[in-house]
Each structure stands twice: as C-alpha cells, then as structure tokens.
C-alpha cells in the first residue's frame, strides 16, 4: 500500500541508532511535513488558477474581438499547464519506502530540476507572448491609426513591411530580452509566490543534513 507522507517521516530521517534526541528528530519531521503539504497545495491551487486564466483569454479574445491572440496567450497557458503535470507525474514516481530525510532529499531535487525546466521555457513563454501582443496591436484600429500618423508625420523614415524600422527594431530587441532573461523572469515571479516556503524547505533540509553528519 503506497505510503502517506505523515507514515514516511515515522520511519525518521536518520538510523534509529542515532544519537539524537527523538524530540529533536520529531520537531523536524513536523516542519518537513507541513513544508511540502504547503508546497504541494499550493502547486494544486495554482494550476486551478491558470486554467481559469486559460479561459478567461480564450473568451475574453473573442469577447474583445482579438480571437487569435486570446489563443495564442491560452494556448501558452495550456501548455505551461500541461509541463506542471509532466512534473507532477515525476513526483508521484518518488520512492516513499525510504526515509524522511531520503525523502525531503529527493523532493528538494525534483524542485531543482523542476525549476530549471521552467526557466527554459519561460525563455519562450515570455517573447510569444510579447510577440502576439505587438502583432495584434499593428492589425487593431488604434494601431494602424498611430502607425499612420508616425509615418505621414515624417514621409522619409526607413520602412520594413509597412512599419517604421525604429519600431521593428525595438521589438526585436525586447524580444532579444525577454528571451535572454525569460528564465531570470520566472524565477523572480516563483519568489514572489514562493519564496518563503522553499526558503524554510532549503533550512530544513541544511537543518536535516547538520544533524545527521
């Protein structure tokens, strides 16, 4: 019978030949538990929050008249959907016979790996949807209206399919940006949501390994 996390941390994160004091190892088995239970229902109440978001851009695109971009921007959503349960997959397959400090070891490993995917997608989450923004304006009323007034406003400027080459050019380097620093951005946005409990995770772990050497 597959384990609970409450029976995994029973067996102790150390040999029972230890000497530890079992309040000690109890005090951490504790703040182990309610750290990952935190980290799992959080993980839980996010992926429902991004399929919400999903379909509220699917329906707010054709609501809005944009029915493309709000594809564009829910099937990015989708598919950040779709790499959150490949991982959480991975995390079922975790071995729970062996101990809690085995365990919380483990875990910390699959949010390193966990992460570093995120980051590389992020690489291409972010221009994709910067991108599809921008496209979008070029083709909306107000946006053939400011386009029309640059280019009457100065008839010599250098033009690249119609639009002011200034402008490709700037969204081709904030393209350039976003993609450089996709990764940076996602990690600074898991701190804001996460932070504080990954931090608690890493002490407890550093805590786990002190005592055990």
């Not at 991004?50 to 809005?64: D, E, M, P, Q, T």
């Not at 992020?122 to 910067?130: D, G, L, Q, T, V």
């Not at 393209?175 to 990954?198: M, P």
């Not at 407890?204 to 002190?210: A, G, P, S």
Request: proline residues 2%; aromatic residues 14%; positive net charge.
């Amino acid at each position: 019978m597959e384990k609970s996390i409450e029976n995994i941390w029973k067996t102790g994160f150390i040999d029972h030949n230890a000497l530890v004091a079992p309040k000690i190892i109890n005090l951490y088995n504790q703040k182990s538990i309610h750290v990952i239970d935190k980290i799992m229902r959080m993980g839980k109440v996010n992926l429902i929050y991004l399929v919400v978001l999903a379909a509220i851009f699917l329906l707010g695109g054709f609501i809005a008249g944009t029915p493309y971009l709000g594809l564009v921007w829910s099937l990015l959503i989708v598919a950040h959907i779709l790499l959150a349960l490949k991982h959480t997959n991975v995390l079922k397959n975790i071995d729970k016979s062996v101990n809690s400090y085995q365990y919380i070891k483990t875990f910390d490993e699959w949010i390193t790996y966990f992460i570093a995917d995120f980051m590389l997608f992020s690489r291409f989450f972010y221009p994709i949807f910067f991108l599809s923004f921008v496209i979008q304006a070029r083709f909306t009323d107000a946006g053939r209206k400011i386009l029309n007034y640059i280019i009457t406003s100065n008839p010599d400027m250098s033009l690249f399919l119609g639009v002011p080459t200034f402008i490709v050019i700037i969204v081709f380097v904030v393209t350039a940006v976003l993609a450089l620093c996709g990764g940076l951005l996602y990690k600074l946005d898991l701190n804001i949501v996460y932070g504080r409990v990954l931090k608690k995770l890493n002490e407890i772990l550093t805590d786990m390994e002190e005592l055990k050497h």
